[in-house]
């Protein structure tokens, strides 16, 4: 039983042809995974008669195929003896002998945000030392601060400091 309204009225010869006159956008992976599974002989009796149909228009897609098939075909050369003899070291004589060396599976990385955290924390660090470093360094005798108000004095510290700190000797033998 055929589902009504469906196919909008047409028959289904006339939506076939119509959908034949479609332009699809080709996907060459999608092509070149066909010619592959042609060139090794893994494609069923309708695919087959289909690419068949397809390379036999595509003078290129013919050659790979053949390219393929001639490849798969030749035979390799053995390798030479001095070569085959140190993979035989390599594996030693006895496979029983043989270790399987398990590697330290990997910590799963945390949430994003951990990375978040430490950043802002190191920026919130920086500022803090900052703000600190300027409010200690302004009260000190001689350090002018940044926003005060002009007055006479201040043209006169900045040619002649007042020394921060001065230093007396009260010893006995003091010349001061």
């Known amino acids: 039983m055929r589902a009504q309204g469906t196919s909008g009225g047409l028959p289904d010869r006339e939506i076939w042809r119509r959908s034949q006159e479609i332009e699809a956008p080709v996907d060459e992976a999608e092509q070149l995974l066909d010619l592959a599974a042609f060139a090794d002989y893994r494609l069923d009796d309708d695919e087959t008669a289909r690419l068949a149909a397809r390379i036999a228009r595509d003078a290129d897609a013919d050659g790979d195929v053949a390219a393929a098939?001639?490849?798969?075909?030749?035979?390799?050369?053995?390798?030479?003896?001095d070569v085959i003899a140190r993979a035989t070291l390599l594996v030693g004589d006895d496979p029983v002998e043989a270790q399987v060396i398990a590697f330290p599976a990997r910590q799963p990385q945390g949430p994003s945000w951990f990375g978040a955290v430490r950043w802002s924390g190191l920026a919130a660090a920086m500022v803090l030392a900052g703000w600190l470093g300027f409010n200690l360094g302004s009260g000190l005798p001689g350090v002018t601060p940044v926003g005060h108000t002009a007055d006479e004095g201040a043209p006169n510290e900045l040619?002649?400091?007042?020394?921060?700190l001065i230093l007396r000797d009260f010893s006995e033998n003091s010349q001061i």
Request: proline share 21%; hydrophobic share 55%.
């Open 159 to 164: 040619f002649d400091p007042v020394p921060p």
């Open 69 to 81: 098939r001639l490849m798969a075909s030749a035979t390799m050369e053995a390798a030479a003896p």
